[in-house]
């Protein structure tokens, strides 16, 4: 265990499964009795069997912590290989270019602050997520099938034919989960 400015780095010993170990840790330094003062996030690096892999798995914790407050704020816990779509764009150094990469994707749905373009995130969103089922996205979403599919239409004037497009399917969701990540 080493203590630096902002940050402390615990090197540990465990078997397949960190997480118990990981959770005692936390639990042991949080609360009122421990450094319960201020929250702290946690990454947890994967593991690594030499030495000279140490400065690459501190790297991944780092980038686990930061993906894990942009994600869910303060006080998280995140693991680097749970972090999907989300670990690549970790890698990437200028938040302003993910900014301007969900901005010209999503073009009038990303507009933040404005009910309508949030709504029709939301729908998108359910509709990625269901993998373009309609009557499951309605059913989510307590829409009649109808007014779903003038919703669709809504959408794919604002950013193009994304049911007939799987590459505008992934860029859009890429986007979107880009807006989920805070502090950007």
Sequence with gaps: MAGFNQEVVVVLKTGDNPDPLVRSMIAEVSGTGGGGRRTFSTGVSRAVTAIADLPAAYEEARRAVRMGRRLNGPGSVVHFDALGVYRLLSLVPDPAELRDFARQTLKGLAVDGDPDAE???????????????????ARRLHFHYNTLRYRIGKIERLVGPFMERPDLRLDLSVALRILHMRGL
């Design 119 to 137: 709504d029709l995130r939301t729908t998108l969103e359910v509709l990625l997520d269901t993998n373009l089922n309609v009557a499951e996205a």
